[in-house]
């Protein structure tokens, strides 16, 4: 947490925005951010992804009205500015005395290039390379006092071109060694989770013939593991957000509520400071990232809608302390 005597110092200062720079304490859990995050030149098509969408099959193909969409990407994260000693006004009358609060954000920019899509059943919508597929502005928040005992300490706000607004609250700790990275629940959530269910055709399909040789959409974060193996991490920390607590949330535009509502996200990131053999330390960023799309009634008699996970995972590191604001148009898959 944030000194006190910082807090006041912040407070002197005043709201003021500032280039964002690696080891800032003001930024506590997103100190070691600012920057350039990427896959390349190093850790190229580390990032991996799973979808399913609705899709009406071709006349006479048969099966369920969804497609299981996989796609292999490279990203950039850039972490560029920082709005310091934002104030949050407040009072308690029972003083009475003041109780703002303040926090200090930081902005981040993703964009993700895809190198090659594959989805079962064959669509031919699964796009070209070098395709853009996602693109991201956001705030990551770091909320120095006023927290409620066990209330969030931090806070993801994000935008997406589909017409979604994220509210994501949550929390960070650093451990040390290698981070433990759960292994998710990737099938859909309300219907038979036996993988030879013909409704789960796609899931069972890419099981047995793995994306690119390599990525199991049934246990997507398996490749997250393999990447720490004979690696020398030092110490991990791990930023939780989650859209389900109380106050976080997302809105959507009415087409994606009625069509496949995006209800839910959890995302974990792993930060993590690398030994080298020499003693030097380089950056490395892991995540697995969780949104639930909701479509289709129910198959267990449960109410509400399907919930299809949309998983994300990749693994990239610290290209430069600075921001090239120019490389997105220039960035291919």
């Known amino acids: 947490?944030?000194?006190?005597?910082?807090?006041?110092?912040?407070?002197?200062?005043?709201?003021h925005l500032e280039p964002a720079r690696t080891g800032d304490p003001d930024l506590g859990p997103f100190a070691l951010l600012p920057g350039t995050?990427?896959?390349?030149?190093?850790?190229?098509?580390?990032?991996?992804?799973?979808?399913?969408?609705?899709?009406?099959?071709?006349?006479?193909?048969?099966?369920?009205?969804?497609?299981?969409?996989v796609n292999q990407y490279n990203e950039e994260l850039k972490f560029q500015l920082v709005d310091k000693a934002v104030p949050n006004r407040g009072v308690d009358l029972a003083g009475p005395k003041n109780t703002d609060q303040?926090?200090?954000?930081?902005?981040?920019?993703?964009?993700?290039?895809?190198?090659?899509?594959?989805?079962?059943?064959?669509?031919?919508?699964?796009?070209?390379?070098?395709?853009?597929?996602?693109?991201?502005?956001?705030?990551?928040?770091?909320?120095?006092?006023?927290?409620?005992?066990?209330g969030p300490r931090i806070a993801r706000l994000a935008t997406i071109p589909h017409g979604d607004s994220v509210l994501a609250l949550g929390d960070f700790r650093t451990d040390p060694g290698a981070?433990?990275?759960?292994?998710?629940?990737?099938?859909p959530i309300g219907v038979s989770q036996d993988l030879n269910s013909p409704y789960l055709a796609a899931y069972k399909h890419f099981h047995d013939n793995p994306f690119q040789n390599l990525f199991d959409p049934t246990d997507p974060t398996a490749l997250l593991k393999l990447a720490n193996q004979?690696?020398?991490?030092?110490?991990?920390?791990?930023?939780?957000?989650?859209?389900?607590?109380?106050?976080?949330?997302?809105?959507?535009?009415?087409?994606?509520?009625?069509?496949?509502?995006a209800s839910e996200m959890k995302a974990t990131f792993f930060l993590q400071e690398i030994e080298e053999a020499d003693g030097t330390i380089r950056l490395r960023l892991q995540y697995v990232q969780v949104v639930q799309l909701d479509f289709f009634p129910r198959r267990d008699g449960g109410p509400g809608r399907i919930k299809w996970p949309h998983v994300s995972i990749n693994t990239m590191e610290k290209v430069s302390d600075h921001v090239d604001t120019g490389s997105y148009a220039k960035m291919p898959g």
Not at 4 to 15: D, S, W
Not at 108 to 121: L, M, R, T
Not at 179 to 187: A, E, G, K, M, R
């Open 1 to 15: 947490m944030t000194s006190a005597a910082n807090i006041e110092r912040l407070e002197r200062e005043g709201r």
């Open 37 to 69: 995050w990427a896959n390349k030149p190093n850790l190229p098509g580390r990032g991996w992804n799973m979808i399913a969408l609705p899709f009406a099959p071709a006349d006479g193909q048969g099966g369920p009205p969804f497609r299981l969409l």
């Open 102 to 150: 303040k926090i200090v954000a930081i902005d981040y920019e993703q964009a993700i290039a895809q190198i090659v899509a594959d989805d079962f059943p064959q669509s031919g919508l699964a796009g070209r390379p070098d395709l853009a597929i996602h693109h991201e502005p956001g705030l990551l928040l770091n909320l120095l006092d006023q927290v409620e005992i066990g």
């Open 179 to 187: 981070p433990n990275i759960p292994t998710v629940n990737s099938l």
């Open 230 to 261: 004979g690696v020398n991490i030092k110490q991990t920390t791990v930023l939780e957000f989650d859209s389900t607590v109380e106050r976080a949330g997302i809105s959507n535009i009415p087409f994606v509520v009625k069509q496949a509502n």
